[in-house]
């Protein structure tokens, strides 16, 4: 396997790293700010499931941490499982929310170019509802 390549989107909020880690880090909060978990999410054991437009997926957390991060696996029905890094960094009196989109085989730089639009997009949402 070759390495990917990634992009770093990321969006600085004005409230503190700790406040924003623990509200996006819960997995009944993103549906509030993740379009694409906008459906919800349910618990199934230690993993979450989401339905929507690619089917049923299953969406694996790293267990809570001091170091804001809110890694997560995504497995969609057709067993691709998507690795995402999600990062909540101290800057300053607020915080960079810092997500790393890795470009997956097949995918055409257009596709790769609205999947970070998307995330864009998502961290923004968030960073309204923090900024309230």
């Known amino acids: ?23 996006a880090g819960k997995p009944e909060n993103m549906p509030l700010w993740a ?14 499931v989401a339905r929507g437009v690619l089917g049923t997926v299953r969406v694996s957390f790293v267990p809570e ?3 804001g991060i809110i890694d ?5 029905e057709s067993g691709l499982r998507v690795y995402n890094a999600l990062r909540i960094v101290p800057n300053g009196d607020g915080c960079e929310v810092m997500f790393t989109l890795l470009k997956q085989p097949g995918m055409t730089d257009a596709q790769f170019a609205a999947d970070a639009a998307h995330v864009e997009k998502d961290l923004h949402a968030l960073k309204a509802l923090m900024e309230k």
């Open 1 to 23: 396997m070759t390495t990917m390549t990634a992009k770093i989107v990321h969006c600085s909020i004005d409230r503190d790293w700790q406040d924003i880690y623990h509200f």
């Open 35 to 48: 379009s694409g978990l906008a459906t919800g999410l349910d618990r199934d054991g230690d993993d979450w």
């Open 65 to 67: 941490n001091p170091f």
């Open 72 to 76: 997560h696996t995504v497995t969609i």
